[in-house]
């Protein structure tokens, strides 16, 4: 074998060896999903899902660039054996070894769930069913199935009160049992010893409380400083044993909240939750109240107030009276500015 022949054959086999270096490099590190595009892609793998079902969903949403090179490399690190569920972010430029590494790995990133502003359970079941892989379906017959809120302390009335309003990171793969004890746990953990010994203070249950709150966020939602003495003033009538006569209760029981003026016949309405016909709580909160609502009744303005109706400024804040005829008069100002705006109902 001559000289010439050996360093050409050398060369060759280095041009390959870099070629093929190069090759495997790209495969490997080179963005190859999401690559053109400026947001994250996520990938949602059901229980039982395939390498195939995968691949459907990707090329579905075009994530994928070069499809050789992925499903290659995809075969090489037997990811077509070990699919696994869960919920994946692909972000921008990602390449094909950091994405199957992860998707192979089963390391999910999880789903943050924030929830405020709800009011009626069926709100809650389609707000948090639609992010996790339980959905709708099974999150509303765990909650309206007496067994399963039983184990919480609870009832399918008062079942809304163990969720509090805040972000929480769950994985999407989470089943709807282990939810709710993630959800129980929460609740747990905001009703320490010391807030349970204040409700007591006030003859409330944790789950009175929550349904007391739900009441003055209804009746105060945009003026979170007047909050503790609307509190304070449903705290007085429980305590007289009066009526709350609390309009919010009345929309509640209806089931329309857009109505702006109670008319007397609406008064009437056979439901548990009429606080003007029924004394005492409803059965149930009439929406899901937020901590500073919790902490407005457990911390209550301490005060001789009874009565209460919205100002007639409509500033949003309400005009208190301790007697029914400074009440009246409350009333009747606020009245004669509703039918000076022609509003009826």
């Known amino acids: 074998m001559s000289r010439n022949f050996k360093i050409g054959l ?34 949602l793998i059901p229980e039982g899902a395939t390498y195939k079902t995968v691949l459907d969903t990707l090329n579905k949403h075009e994530v994928i660039n070069d499809h050789i090179s992925f499903q290659f490399l995809a075969k090489f690190l037997k990811y077509t054996e070990k699919v696994k569920p ?42 948090i069913g639609s992010r996790f892989e ?41 089943g709807t049992e282990k939810f709710l004890d993630r959800m129980h746990s929460e609740y747990k953990k905001f009703w320490s010893d010391e807030k349970v010994a204040r409700a007591k203070e006030i003859g409330l249950t944790p789950v009175q409380v929550s349904i007391l709150a739900s009441i003055v966020e209804e009746e105060q939602a945009r003026k979170v400083d007047e909050r503790p003495r609307v509190a304070g003033l449903y705290i007085n009538r429980l305590h007289a044993n009066m009526p709350l006569q609390a309009d919010p209760t009345i929309k509640f029981a209806l089931g329309d909240f857009a109505i702006k003026r109670i008319l007397n016949q609406q008064l009437l309405i056979k439901s548990p939750y009429n606080t003007y016909v029924n004394t005492g709580l409803p059965p149930g909160p009439i929406r899901v109240a937020d901590f500073k609502s919790l902490d407005a009744v457990l911390n209550y303005e301490k005060h001789d107030y009874t009565y209460m109706c919205a100002k007639a400024d409509l500033s949003g804040y309400h005009a208190f009276a301790t007697n029914y005829t400074d009440h009246l008069n409350n009333a009747r100002l606020y009245q004669a500015e509703l039918n000076r705006l022609k509003i009826m109902k």
């Open 10 to 43: 050398f060369i060759t086999i280095a041009i390959l060896a870099t070629t093929f270096t190069f090759y495997f490099w790209q495969i490997f590190r080179t963005p190859n999903l999401q690559a053109d595009k400026e947001s994250s892609f996520v990938l």
């Open 86 to 127: 869960g919920r994946y972010v692909i972000k921008p430029k990602s390449n094909n070894y950091e994405v199957i590494k992860k998707l192979s790995s089963g390391s999910q990133d999880a789903v943050k769930l924030t929830f405020n502003n709800i009011r009626l359970k069926e709100d809650l079941i389609k707000r």
């Open 134 to 174: 339980f959905g709708e379906d099974s999150f509303r017959k765990a909650l309206n199935d007496p067994a399963v809120c039983n184990k919480y302390g609870l009832d399918t009335l008062t079942i809304v009160s163990m969720f509090l309003p805040n972000t929480y990171e769950i994985y999407w793969t989470t």
